[in-house]
């Protein structure tokens, strides 16, 4: 599987951005997506997930209520909806595809990783 994100940019602080994921090969739907970050000096971090039919949706405590991420299986795509941006949302921003079900958030659980899109949120 190979992963394509984009959307990123620079975006006030209240401000939205929609980021994708575009995926390669014929069993996305196998797969679930997740959504990581990571800041300045700072690990990577979880921040969404979907299961590979979109039924079940997992997020950080820190983006709940803000972020959706969603799914569509006849594009090979998943998204990530960001609205009521804050500057502490300001990262790059990986996708990446886990085989498995269930609820993992750990960067090791992930087998396939796109190549990050930057997220900037000014003040």
């Known amino acids: 599987v190979q992963l394509q994100a984009s959307g990123g940019g620079l975006v006030q602080a209240g401000g939205s951005l929609r980021l994708s994921c575009a995926a390669s090969g014929r069993t996305f739907s196998s797969y679930a997506m997740g959504w990581f970050r990571q800041a300045p000096g700072k690990e990577r971090e979880f921040v969404a997930r979907?299961?590979?039919?979109?039924?079940?949706?997992y997020y950080a405590d820190s983006v709940k209520g803000r972020f959706t991420i969603s799914r569509d299986n006849a594009k090979n795509t998943v998204y990530l909806q960001m609205n009521s941006l804050k500057p502490e949302d300001t990262a790059v921003y990986y996708c990446?595809?886990?085989?498995?079900?269930?609820?993992?958030?750990?960067?090791?659980?992930?087998?396939?990783w796109g190549q990050g899109t930057q997220v900037t949120v000014s003040s």
């Open positions: 979907i299961s590979g039919l979109g039924s079940t949706k």
């Open positions: 990446a595809a886990d085989s498995r079900i269930g609820s993992r958030r750990s960067v090791a659980d992930y087998d396939y």
